[in-house]
Each structure stands twice: as structure tokens, then as C-alpha cells.
């Protein structure tokens, strides 16, 4: 594939609810100091989407969403993948995406996230893995 130090997974798409809201989906549990076997622990709709049970924070990028939806070059330019653009927008044409008003990533080369059986992730959709530019 590639260097599995850029490999970046991404997520497009429209998501209008209330920022708090938005940001929840992201929200780690530290209530109960890394225990993930603990009962107690809760874990975020994020992990629970691609099916882990905590993640690196100093690996994601959650960018800012916009308020209108803007074109696909507006929103893919945040995701710092340059060299695979043309393949990123082919991506979100053929899941119907053509323009958004949100995107974030996740760099993590151990993810495997290959066809997803979800439609949405906190109403964007994973487009694939990518090579970080």
C-alpha cells in the first residue's frame, strides 16, 4: 500500500446538529483512567463506529465544520491528502457526495476499514484510507 506512518483515514459529509452535539460523538471516557474492561466505561460513537474501544486524540483531525455546505475541493483541502484528491473526489461522487460541510481524519495504519456496512458517522460517510501528503 504505503508507509504506514501516512496512512490517513477519512470522513465526508453534511452534519448540521448542535456543535456540542457533534463533538460528543468524539468524546473519550477518562472517568475511569483507562480501564476499558471496567463496566463503568463508556465508549465514544466514534470508537463504537469503527470498532475499537479508544483512540489516539493526537491522531485525529476534527476540522472545524462550516456552515453552508461548500465544495468538495473546499472541504478534501483539509484533509492535507493533495496527491490523491482526484481519487478522494471520485470517492465521494460515487457515494453521492458532492459537496459537504464537514470532514475529519484519522491517521492510524492498523485500522482496517475497508467496505463499512454504515451509512453514516455522525452523518458523514468514510470515503477510504489515503496517503498523508
Known amino acids: 500500500m504505503f508507509d504506514d506512518a501516512k ?4 470522513w465526508v459529509g453534511s452534519n ?17 483512567e483507562g480501564d476499558f474492561a471496567d463496566p463503568g466505561y463508556k465508549l465514544c460513537g466514534f470508537c463504537k463506529d469503527i470498532g475499537i474501544v479508544w483512540y489516539d486524540e493526537d491522531f485525529i483531525g476534527i476540522i472545524p ?5 461548500v465544495s468538495l475541493d473546499d472541504i478534501l483541502a483539509e484533509a492535507a491528502i493533495d496527491d490523491e484528491l482526484p481519487v478522494a473526489k471520485a470517492r465521494c461522487d460515487s457515494l453521492g457526495i458532492k459537496k459537504a460541510n464537514a470532514i475529519f481524519w484519522y491517521q492510524d495504519a492498523d485500522l482496517v476499514l475497508e467496505k463499512s456496512t ?3 458517522y455522525n452523518g458523514l460517510k468514510y470515503i477510504g484510507v489515503f496517503k498523508e501528503s
Open 118 to 120: 454504515k451509512d453514516s
Open 16 to 32: 448540521f446538529s448542535k456543535e456540542e452535539e457533534y463533538m460528543s460523538y468524539f468524546e473519550l471516557d477518562y472517568s475511569v
Open 7 to 10: 496512512a490517513i483515514h477519512i
Open 65 to 69: 465544520r462550516r456552515e453552508q455546505e
